[in-house]
């Protein structure tokens, strides 16, 4: 429910809701899911949300098939409607904050998953390669998260290689309801968002998702600790989160796809395979948002984003592949997406603190 403000304190004035889900209330599919509660545009939302193993794997010596269950997978933490949203219209949710809740996170390799072995869509006459679990260990105040090698040298002379890591935590998933009754599993990124796995939805971030259905039935989860861009393995280091975001409405303009907007860039997500059809996705949403901000023709959008665009792979592993193309604001005129949303929510964040 939504904080009271204190008596007498008249600035008190932002809806602020803290929501923790039991296991019961957490769900698994974008779409097809009642909303936990409604909130209004402009509302700060505290939210927590549960590894992706729905916190199967806790030690070492965990066996990823025999403990998570598949249909389980990527918890998410939702969905929320927003009051006033409707089809055609623009969900921004700006990630304030996003805070270790556990002091460990797990990573693993499991049987035919991950972009280094054969999987069903890749189907080889081989063996799968060898499950394992790594746990790491997570030192939020210093900021640091650590890596211990489980298998040692290639020469059979084990030795222990153990790194310290900058933490990095982004959400793995941010996501609406699908259109036209769709229901799709939280494991798969589309035009919904869902599962696009980019380091890019982090603190400072606001991403942008167009309402498919009234309410726009948004859900968050799959925090990540950290994550290479690409996922390669398939996991990143799992985690509990603590997320703060800022939630609010733009009536009417909504992307077909996802897109993100930081103090230095400018994104958008593509998802699908092969792999060059997610980056044509997130490369043509570009192009048009490009006619959006600069007034462009669209080859000449075509032309100029061909000399400047940066395009790291978010996720090489899930049931469609996502590429983010992304653009650094510096090197053009300064023009306000959205009305400039994304600097209003960053001055919010600053009244808050």
Partial sequence: MPDEPAEGDAEAVVDIVTFTPTREQFVYTFGGAAPVMRVKPGTVLRLWSEDAFNQALKSVHDVPSRLIDFRYGNPQTGPFYVEGAEPGDTLAIHIVELTPARTWGASATIPFFGGMTNTDRTAMLSAALPEATWIYEVDVAAGTVG???R????????????????????LGTVGVAPPGFEVRSSLVPERFGGNMDTPEMRAGATVYLGVNVPGGLFSIGDGHYRQGEGEACGNAVEGAMNSTLI??????????????ESDEYWMTVGSSRPMEDAWRIAQLEMIRWFGELFGLHEMDAYQLLSQVTEAPIANAVDPNYSVAIKVRKSLFPRVDAYGGIHRDLRARVAELR
């Fill in 151 to 170: 298998y040692g040298s290639r020469d059979g002379e084990y030795k222990d290689l153990e790194v310290v890591l900058p933490l990095a935590p982004m």
């Fill in 147 to 149: 890596f211990q090698s």
């Fill in 247 to 260: 939630v609010d409405l733009i009536k009417g303009k909504a992307p077909l796809w996802p897109r993100l």
